[in-house]
C-alpha cells in the first residue's frame, strides 16, 4: 500500500500555485491579507523571507483554507484560541454549499474582506448588526431561522460580558428577543 507522502513546498511556492490554481489576483489577495500588493510580491519571489507574523499567517491560511502549521515558518501561539460556534456555522455552510473561501469572499466589498478573514480565523467576533450578519449569512447560505439562530446567540454573548445576568433577566431578555424575531422573521 503506497503512503501519501505529504509535499514539503516552500512556502512562497504553496502561496505562488494557490493564487495561480484559483485565479487570484495578487491584488485581491493583499486586500484579503491586509497587506501591500509588493508584500505578496515579495514573499512569492522571495525577495523577503516568507512572514513570520502570526496573524499574516492566519489570514493567508485562513483564505487558502489550509492550517496554519502546513507553513514552517508559523509558530503556534501561546494564547489560546478561542473558536465561535457561529464561525463553525458559518464554515460548515460554505462547505454544504460547495464554496471556497475566496468565492465567498469575493462576494463581499473589498473594504469588507479582511474584516471577513478576521472573523473566519476567529480573531474577530462575529457582528452583532443583524443586517450585516445576515448578509454574511446568506452569502454563505444560510437561511433566515439559522441567521436569526445565531444573532441570538451572539446577543446574549455581548449582553453576559458587559455584565447582564441573562438568567436573572430571562424575561426581559425572552420579551425582547420574542419583539426582534417577529420583526425580522
Avoid at 514539503?8 to 484579503?32: P, Q, R, V, Y
Avoid at 464554515?91 to 474584516?115: E, G, Q, T, W
Wanted: proline share 4%; charged share 30%.
Amino acid at each position: 500500500m503506497k503512503e501519501k507522502v505529504k509535499e514539503n513546498i516552500k512556502s512562497s511556492e504553496k502561496l505562488s500555485k494557490f493564487l495561480e490554481k484559483n485565479e487570484l489576483h495578487k491584488k485581491d489577495f493583499a486586500e484579503m491579507i491586509g497587506v501591500t500588493l509588493s508584500y505578496v510580491y515579495n514573499l512569492i519571489d522571495n525577495t523577503i523571507p516568507f512572514s513570520t507574523r502570526g496573524t499574516t499567517l492566519e489570514r493567508i491560511s485562513t483564505v487558502m483554507e489550509i492550517e496554519p502549521d502546513e507553513f514552517e515558518e508559523y509558530r503556534i501561539p501561546q494564547e489560546p484560541i478561542l473558536v465561535d460556534e457561529a464561525v463553525d456555522i458559518l464554515k460548515s455552510a460554505l462547505k454544504r454549499k460547495k464554496m471556497s473561501v475566496v468565492n465567498f469572499l469575493k462576494a463581499f466589498p473589498r473594504k469588507k474582506r479582511l474584516d471577513i478573514v478576521d472573523v473566519l480565523r476567529g480573531a474577530l467576533p462575529m457582528p452583532l448588526d443583524y443586517k450585516e450578519l445576515s448578509a454574511i449569512g446568506k452569502i454563505a447560505g444560510l437561511d433566515s431561522e439559522k441567521i436569526y439562530s445565531v444573532w441570538e446567540n451572539r446577543l446574549k454573548q455581548v449582553l453576559e460580558s458587559n455584565g447582564m445576568n441573562i438568567y436573572s433577566n430571562s424575561e426581559l431578555i425572552n420579551s425582547m428577543l420574542e419583539c426582534a424575531k417577529k420583526h425580522v422573521l
